[in-house]
Every structure is written in C-alpha cells, then in structure tokens.
C-alpha cells in the first residue's frame, strides 16, 4: 500500500515537472508609454505655484491679510500667483470669475476652488482655495482658514462639501506668460 501512494506521489510530481517544462515564457515584458503628458508637464508653471504654496503652510490668517503676516483665503491665493506674474483680484467672489468654469470631475492641480461662506445656506462666493493634488474623486486643496491659518482640506470633508460653489481653470494665464 505504502509503495502504491509514493508511486502515486512521484508519477504526479513527475507529470507536474513535465507541464511546467512545457510552458512557454516570456523573456521580453512589454513597456506601456503614455503619449499624453502629466498635467504639470504641459503647464509646469503650475507645479511651481503649488510648492510656493506650500512654503506657507501655517501662516496665520489675518482679515484682509496679504502678506506673510498673515493671509485671508484670497489675499493667499492671490499672492501666489503674483508671484508668477498673474494678478487675481482681491475677494474671493471676483475670483470667482476669473479664468474658466471646469466640472468637479475635471478638476486639476492649479485650479482655484470655490466655497460659500460661513453660512452654507448662502448662495455667494465667500471663500476659496488652490487645488494641490487630484486623485481620483479626492481633491486636495491648500487654504487660508480663519480657524487655522494656511493648510491643507479636502473636499470630500463634510463642511466642505455643504459649501462648494465651483471650480475655476486659471493655469491657461500661466501659460500666457
């Protein structure tokens, strides 16, 4: 009995050992290339304005504030661009026009991101931010908050999401320049 098993054993060994000879491999591994480029390859301005950005993270918030004093949440996003040549008003609504509309969904790095005020029963522009990263439905964003100064939010944030207004393009005026 035991001499029929370890027969049984290495006949199934064996026939296993002749199929995985048998298998053809693969030497070469195909490469997939993208022929569209990133975002920040077609605009890299737009990289750019995001780490200067960044370099203010917790400066305070200060009403009316422009500078690295202290920044409102336009005055920031305002400042920013400044800094490569681009001139947004000074009030979160009249942002609000500048540039073009785009979709949630079409969101990109660089764009300015648009919320009500306070109240989130409101219908005006009274707050925005700059788009810092999209990945899939999550996008980030950069900010000056009267309760924490410059950092970081999300949209998908509760608070957030009962304020949003819209999502306005403005890195084709880097572009311009």
């Known amino acids: 009995m035991m ?3 370890l027969l049984t054993v290495v006949c199934t060994v064996s026939f296993g050992i002749v199929q995985a000879q048998s298998v053809s491999t693969v030497t070469e591994v195909p490469t997939v290339t993208s022929s569209k480029p990133s975002f920040y390859e ?3 301005l ?3 304005v995001i780490n200067y950005a960044k370099e ?3 400066i305070r918030y200060r009403s009316g504030g422009t500078t690295t004093r202290g920044f409102d949440c336009s005055g920031f996003t305002r400042f920013c661009f400044t800094k490569f040549g681009i001139s947004l008003p000074h009030s979160s609504a009249a942002q609000g026009s500048v540039g073009e509309a785009v979709d949630k ?3 990109q790095p660089g764009d300015l991101i648009l919320f009500k005020g306070h ?3 409101g219908n005006r522009i009274g707050h ?4 810092t ?3 899939g439905d999550q996008v980030k964003f950069i900010h000056s908050a009267w309760n924490g100064g410059v950092r970081y939010d999300y949209l998908n944030a509760s608070y957030y999401q009962r304020r949003f207004m819209g999502i306005r393009r403005v890195a084709h005026l880097l572009t311009e320049k």
């Open 119 to 121: 109240s989130s029963g």
């Open 128 to 131: 925005v931010g700059l788009i």
């Open 3 to 5: 001499r029929k098993m």
């Open 105 to 107: 969904e079409a969101a």
């Open 56 to 58: 203010h993270l917790s």
């Open 46 to 48: 737009v990289n750019e």
């Open 133 to 135: 990263e999209v990945i």
């Open 42 to 44: 077609q605009i890299p």
